[in-house]
């Protein structure tokens, strides 16, 4: 800890000395990019800004990053130009200088990759809408022959974020290969995936039709006319002197060597990672974007060029991004909580970002190598900390009419959240056709029907009294999961007689977890039809699993009435279940959220473990993939006890993760995955930490209260309460990743966070939690199985 207060003091001498002595000496090379002025003079406040050297300094204090160099710009002005801490702190410990060279990681995507496509578009060689197969032709395999260029720049091709590093064990023509015959894992141009691998080809894209390999193309059309003399890929000489190191790879420091693992084994260039530059170059390249494409009059790109490339637009599921550039979506976390949607940056993995707001021509450069010197640091709440103190130091707001801009741009979008018009359909179930076709799917069968108080029509009529009612259709016996057949009980259920039929109800969550040949006996059909919640250890899905398995071993039918997955059948999240790990919470290798209907569930199970059962699916009808279920006009039934709410199921995959630990989620209250807490947590400390985090869609309220249930019953409990301000934000496994990131941090010897591993089902995670990783790092880990998921969903889904 003394080495990292010691490098605050360092900071105080290699940068400028307060924030608002901006004249302070240019670093010896290169020379400032921009004229050097007081903040006051382009309408700022310096002592406002000054606050970015105290949050800085309190991040280094933490460890949260060795050090940063941050430079802002407004009005052709640089107002803020810093460097803090160390830039490297083993082998040897250097202090981090204005100068320094940093690993760009992705915002190489919009720095060379798609400023160089642009160019081509410009130049006539491409179109936006071409397919990306007319220039790369081996790229058409599997599907991929329709995906354009501009889907590419816009991150909804389809492709998997990252494909496997052993893909790329046998070089770069051969990595090459194996991308252009991957498959794709959503239809493309119908959802948003931030994805490496699109961004590889685009790289590839502009070599093949410039005749250049992409750094080439960059310096000579990008880089040398706008003088950029320190921005390269795989730095030499002098430059790499400067680089400031990230992590050990084959057993030295990485210095001027790319991070990025992909990019290393393409040689060091590749479109979607490998650019090094300073940030007196940057600032060179966002002052160009506001300039509509020039700098000190050279142009790189026309004004309806940048205009094209900054442009919004509404991607599904509800992001917003322009060509390359990231305006509001999960991703935009370090445009702070101030500046305008319309306004638009990037992020880097090794802890880099730009933020370029046009309608008051400010940008924010932000450098860092958190991941040095162990992977372990975390800059996502700075760098948005950072942009909002930097848009509140802007005194004087910008008026068209005072300073109208060389390209039009409207910079007021209206955020999707509170957009009016929000897509509703009347759905029917699987019961609710099945019912309309006159229960021809079940003529002359002998029927047992898994099932529970949630089984039941639109008009509120329950599946057990129709199948009785059913002409030709003998209903013979009931099966009930967890929390038994009217959805009331919390913990083992026993067998019973139903009241209104006279027929046994058989408990699958008691002793016996699966119908016995008894239960089964004079069957020739099984129907299952329970409402899921979207969540791995949801343990509907694995009652379903094992009813399965029965019936397929006895010959007997397995009829599936499809119901809507409420937190969307889209969205595809979390650690794939290690395989030695499954159990009745995890029936299967797939993610803790899944993103698919329970009859897709049981199309998955049925061909994926071999279970060869008579399975049939009755579908749904007017269900799309993208609707949560406020949008399909069903009523709500709570599916068990304490999921009482569908903002309490969108919480769930992460919150629950929690409650195998040392620490209420709200059983016993009114706001069960709503809330956590223990008598021993300090909810404003907790809550405070984690709204640093500008984790997105959530914040955090420090609260108290009493669970009536376990654990904690009876005891006042310090905690949080979640309050969700954008739902189609919130990616509910990392929120909770990173509140046990959090808990591990405040409290690693009374958290038992050992315990946290029952459901999420995955070694690797647990092993990066305890020792230390960010959620960014942990997220980052389950990627390429993610991907290996989502191929094998892609053959199940039915809508």
């Not at 590839?204 to 950029?228: C, H, T, Y």
């Not at 099945?434 to 047992?448: C, K, M, N």
């Not at 699916?617 to 006890?641: A, C, H, I, L």
């Not at 969108?650 to 620490?663: D, R």
Request: proline content about 7%; overall charge positive.
């Amino acid at each position: 800890m003394r080495g990292w207060t010691r490098g605050i003091g360092l900071s105080l001498i290699i940068g400028i000395s307060s924030a608002g002595d901006v004249s302070a000496a240019p670093p010896r090379r290169g020379g400032a990019p921009l004229p050097i002025v007081a903040p006051e003079a382009v309408g700022m406040s310096s002592r406002h800004l000054a606050h970015i050297d105290e949050i800085v300094q309190a991040a280094i204090a933490r460890r949260e990053l060795p050090g940063a160099v941050i430079l802002v710009g407004r009005q052709g002005r640089i107002v803020y130009w810093r460097a803090f801490g160390h830039r490297a702190l083993e082998p040897t410990r250097l202090p981090m200088t204005r100068d320094t060279v940093f690993d760009l990681a992705s915002l190489t995507k919009v720095v060379a990759t798609a400023t160089s496509v642009m160019i081509l578009v410009e130049r006539g060689k491409i179109r936006l809408g071409d397919p990306v197969a007319r220039y790369i032709p081996e790229f058409a395999q599997n599907g991929k022959e329709r995906i354009t260029i501009e889907q590419l720049l816009q991150h909804r091709g389809g492709l998997i974020a990252d494909n496997d590093l052993a893909d790329y064990r046998d070089g770069p023509e051969k990595a090459l290969e194996r991308i252009y015959a991957l498959g794709t894992v959503a239809e493309p141009g119908t959802r948003f995936i931030y994805s490496d691998v699109g961004y590889i080809v685009l790289g590839e894209l502009v070599r093949r039709v410039s005749g250049q390999r992409l750094d080439d193309f960059a310096r000579e059309n990008i880089f040398r006319p706008l003088g950029m003399t320190e921005t390269t890929f795989a730095p030499t000489g002098a430059l790499r002197e400067r680089c400031a190191p990230t992590e050990r790879r084959e057993g030295r420091w990485m210095i001027g060597e790319v991070h990025d693992p992909r990019a290393y084994a393409l040689g060091g260039v590749a479109g979607h990672a490998g650019l090094f530059s300073t940030a007196r170059d940057l600032a060179i390249y966002c002052q160009m974007l506001l300039n509509g494409g020039t700098f000190r009059g050279v142009r790189i790109l026309s004004p309806l060029s940048v205009r094209r490339m900054i442009e919004v637009r509404h991607l599904p599921p509800g992001e917003m991004r322009g060509l390359g550039w990231d305006v509001h979506t999960g991703y935009s976390s370090n445009r702070g909580d101030l500046f305008p949607i319309g306004s638009f940056g990037h992020t880097g993995f090794t802890g880099t970002s730009l933020w370029i707001d046009p309608a008051s021509r400010t940008f924010v450069i932000f450098l860092s190598n958190r991941v040095h010197p162990d992977g372990r640091g975390d800059v996502t709440s700075l760098r948005g900390r950072v942009a909002s103190i930097v848009a509140a130091a802007i005194l004087r707001p910008p008026l068209p009419e005072l300073w109208p801009s060389p390209w039009a741009i409207s910079p007021h979008v209206e955020p999707l959240h509170t957009r009016a018009h929000v897509e509703t359909a009347s759905v029917l179930n699987g019961i609710d056709v099945l019912r309309r076709d006159g229960f021809r799917l079940l003529e002359g069968r002998r029927v047992g029907v898994i099932t529970n108080h949630t089984g039941r029509a639109r008009d509120g009529t329950s599946t057990i009294d129709l199948l009785a009612r059913a002409p030709k259709v003998t209903l013979v016996a009931l099966f009930s999961p967890e929390h038994g057949l009217r959805g009331q009980a919390d913990g083992p259920v026993g067998d019973a007689v139903d009241e209104k039929t006279g027929l046994p109800i058989y408990s699958l969550y008691g002793p016996r977890r699966r119908p016995t040949a008894e239960m089964l006996r004079g069957l020739d059909t099984l129907v299952f039809d329970i409402q899921d919640i979207g969540a791995r250890f949801y343990t509907y899905i694995t009652t379903m699993g094992y009813a399965l398995e029965e019936a397929a071993a006895r010959g007997i039918r397995f009829i599936v009435l499809d119901r809507p997955n409420p937190i969307t059948g889209r969205d595809v999240e979390g650690p794939v279940a290690d395989p030695d790990a499954l159990s009745f919470t995890a029936y299967h290798p797939i993610p803790i959220r899944h993103g698919m209907t329970i009859g897709e569930l049981a199309l998955l199970f049925n061909a994926e473990r071999k279970i060869g059962a008579d399975l049939h699916v009755v579908k749904m009808e007017g269900w799309k993939r993208e609707y949560w279920f406020d949008q399909t006009n069903q009523e709500w039934v709570n599916p068990s006890p304490n999921m009482r709410s569908l903002t309490a199921a969108t919480l769930y995959p992460g919150i629950a993760l929690l409650e195998t630990t040392n620490v209420s989620v709200g059983r016993g209250t009114d706001r069960p995955f709503e809330l956590f807490g223990a008598p021993w947590m300090d909810g404003r400390r907790v809550a405070e930490e984690l709204n640093r985090r500008d984790i997105p869609g959530v914040r955090f309220v420090p609260i108290r209260f009493t669970p009536r249930a376990s654990p904690f019953a009876g005891e006042e409990c310090g905690g949080v309460a979640i309050v969700v301000t954008e739902r189609a934000a919130v990616r509910p496994v990392r929120l909770g990743i990173e509140i046990a990131v959090v808990l591990h941090r405040l409290y690693p010897e009374t958290w038992q966070v050992d315990a946290f591993g029952r459901l999420l089902a995955h070694r690797r995670t647990l092993e990066l939690l305890k020792s230390g990783a960010d959620a960014e790092t942990i997220e980052r880990a389950w990627q390429d199985e993610l991907e290996r998921f989502r191929q094998i969903r892609q053959r199940y889904l039915l809508y």
